[in-house]
């Protein structure tokens, strides 16, 4: 995946940054969601926030339901690399698909999916 974004331009984007854009991704979500949903730490995601927003792949806007709160914004940046990701995610799958037939790559979806709910 770094690998990828490198190719396609991102090429300040490091490991750790991933993170934030597992799916379904940040949009719209409060930092205490997508910490929660990451498992880490509040203190860990804010320092990633805050380096994606200095590198221009989001902002933190004020949320419209809760003032004392703030919500994640994807930028046109974010979403290009995200496209990248999403594309990179979809070659994967269909060179599996391709080694594994449909069924056991849809089983092998399936049992992945069912183990990152239970994480």
């Known amino acids: 995946m770094l690998e990828r974004l490198h190719e396609h331009g991102f090429t300040d984007l490091q ?9 379904p991704g940040p949009q719209n979500a409060t930092p205490s969601e997508l910490a929660a949903r990451l498992g880490i730490t509040k203190q860990a995601l804010n320092y990633l926030l805050g380096e994606l927003e200095r590198l ?10 809760d003032l004392r709160s703030k919500r994640i914004v994807v930028t046109e940046r974010g979403s290009a690399a995200i496209r990248v990701i999403r594309d ?6 269909a ?6 037939g449909e069924k056991r790559f849809g089983q092998l979806r399936e049992a992945l999916l069912e183990l990152n709910a239970s994480a």
């Open 95 to 100: 060179e599996w698909t391709t080694r594994l």
């Open 56 to 65: 221009g792949y989001l902002e933190r806007a004020p949320h419209a339901d």
């Open 15 to 23: 490991p750790a940054h991933l993170n934030v854009f597992q799916y």
């Open 88 to 93: 990179a995610v979809a070659e994967v799958e």
